[in-house]
């Protein structure tokens, strides 16, 4: 079965500060997709970025950056020098490329709160 | 359309009413998505369409609920008699096809049953 594991209900940090959001997962397919998405206060879904489990290179883009490690199912996602803007609810999510739905399986979320 | 669009953003209803919530895909997206998310929860899928196949209705957690989508085009959710667990935020997301991974989220309808 897939799962997907979001620890942290709630972080709160200092404008600035850097922060990281853990996702651990579960599935018993080997290929499959992992996300992650902003839910901002105003509801929409915002796309991050989407890792192939084929590629375990880490990615950064601009100040967000996501160490994706096959061996401890984790694909961690890092904010460096937080800011007010990046206040919002995080998912990490899961597709399995060999279901034939291509549903996303969601972790909790994690709402980071980042304070002047 | 440039992006997912949903309506109504807000819905407040009685207990015991019906209500009809609406998602209008990407245009040329034949995969569309309906997921259900719980205040503090993540999301919970409730149905999928794809092109013209017959849906895959397994998330939908009661008969109240149902879904229609005409081809590749709109779709509604309908919830009969709701109750107040039925109080959530409903979002829609559409992909390219079920196999392009690509999913494109609603900002969602906010039911509020009371």
């Known amino acids: 079965a897939q799962k997907v594991t979001q620890a942290q209900t709630e972080i709160s940090v200092v404008e600035k500060e850097d922060v990281t959001l853990d996702c651990v997962y579960e599935?018993?397919?080997?290929?499959?997709?992992l996300f992650w998405y902003k839910q901002p206060p105003s509801g929409e879904l915002v796309f991050l970025i989407r890792?192939?489990?084929?590629?375990?290179q880490n990615e950064i883009s601009g100040r967000y950056s996501w160490n994706f490690q096959k061996s401890t199912s984790s694909f961690n996602f890092t904010i460096t020098a937080s800011q007010v803007v990046d206040s919002a609810v995080y998912f990490c999510?899961?597709?399995?490329?060999?279901?034939?739905?291509?549903?996303?399986?969601f972790g909790r979320g994690t709402q980071l709160t980042v304070w002047p | 359309g440039a992006g997912v669009s949903q309506s109504p953003s807000n819905k407040v209803t009685e207990k015991g009413k019906d209500v009809e919530l609406r998602c209008d895909p990407i245009?040329?997206?034949?995969?569309l998505y309906w997921y259900r998310q719980r205040l503090g929860q993540g999301l919970e899928f409730l149905i999928y369409?794809?092109?013209?196949?017959?849906?895959?209705k397994s998330g939908l957690p009661s008969d109240r609920f149902s879904a229609e989508r005409t081809g590749e085009s709109v779709s509604t959710l309908t919830i009969q008699r709701t109750q107040q667990e039925d109080s959530a935020v409903y979002l829609c997301?559409?992909?390219?096809?079920?196999?392009?991974?690509?999913?494109?989220f609603g900002s969602g309808t906010r039911l509020t049953v009371v």
């Open positions: 997301a559409s992909t390219k096809s079920r196999d392009s991974y690509g999913y494109t």
């Open positions: 599935t018993r397919d080997t290929t499959y997709y």
């Open positions: 890792r192939n489990s084929f590629d375990e």
């Open positions: 999510a899961l597709v399995d490329r060999g279901s034939t739905l291509g549903r996303l399986y």
């Open positions: 245009s040329g997206h034949t995969a």
């Open positions: 369409f794809q092109g013209n196949s017959a849906p895959d």
